[in-house]
């Protein structure tokens, strides 16, 4: 699976709208590429999955440019329960559940 | 629609025992898989599970191990406990061929 690099983490501040960019350089023509979000001793949660150009639902948007190499998602007007680890993850993971999750970006929403 | 069942929720064991954790999937889903969280190495894949057989492997030592069962019920397995195995133990199920897994809550697994 193609390798994610995401920043550590983020801080903004309710009512914001935050972006998290993931760099994938060497992502396949295959690779799907999804974003999970975390709270602490849960599991992760799906969010959002795109191939390329933009993807919205309820709760945010995936940015995809042209070359693929990287993502951005999107939480618009976050609150105080956004608070948590987001994770980018790149593959094509209908083959088969083998997930890998890099280190994440913990993001703090203050109030 | 339950979600993905994850017993039990926490589990305190002694070095050199062995524990059986458990993840009951969504209704329909045929594919679940293992992963364990660590503040040191993050969260890893362990094994996946689809229709009974193992179909992908992470790297982990053969202490671990699962199964799964006929109504897609799986056990995972760890065998002469370690310090360094507490963690989260996370499963996750899916349909099979579709994208975005569902996690149960995972089992806290302290060894002592």
């Known amino acids: 699976l193609a390798k994610t690099t995401q920043p550590i983490s983020m801080d903004s501040y309710e009512g914001q709208e935050v972006n998290i960019t993931c760099s994938h350089n060497?992502?396949?023509?295959?690779?799907?590429i999804t974003w999970y979000q975390q709270f602490p001793s849960q599991g992760p949660r799906f969010i959002i999955q795109g191939y390329k150009t933009k993807v919205t639902n309820e709760v945010a948007s995936l940015f995809i440019p042209a070359d693929r190499k990287s993502s951005t998602l999107s939480l618009p007007r976050v609150s105080l329960s956004d608070t948590a680890v987001y994770y980018c993850l790149v593959g094509d993971d209908a083959a088969g559940n083998k997930l890998t999750f890099g280190g994440g970006t913990r993001v703090l929403v203050k109030p | 629609k339950a979600g993905v069942t994850q017993t039990p929720r926490y589990l305190i064991k002694t070095r050199g025992q062995q524990v059986t954790l458990s993840c009951s999937p969504i209704s329909g889903h045929r594919s679940v898989s293992w992963y364990q969280q660590t503040p040191g190495q993050g969260l890893q894949f362990l094994f996946e599970y689809f229709s009974e057989t193992q179909r992908n492997k992470g790297n982990f030592p053969g202490r671990f191990s699962g199964r799964q069962f006929s109504n897609s019920r799986s056990e995972m397995n760890v065998s002469t406990l370690e310090l360094g195995d507490s963690a989260l133990y996370l499963c996750?199920?899916?349909?099979?061929?579709?994208?975005?897994?569902?996690f149960g809550s995972g089992t806290r697994l302290t060894v002592v």
């Open positions: 060497n992502i396949a023509t295959n690779d799907y």
């Open positions: 996750a199920s899916s349909p099979q061929g579709t994208r975005g897994y569902t």
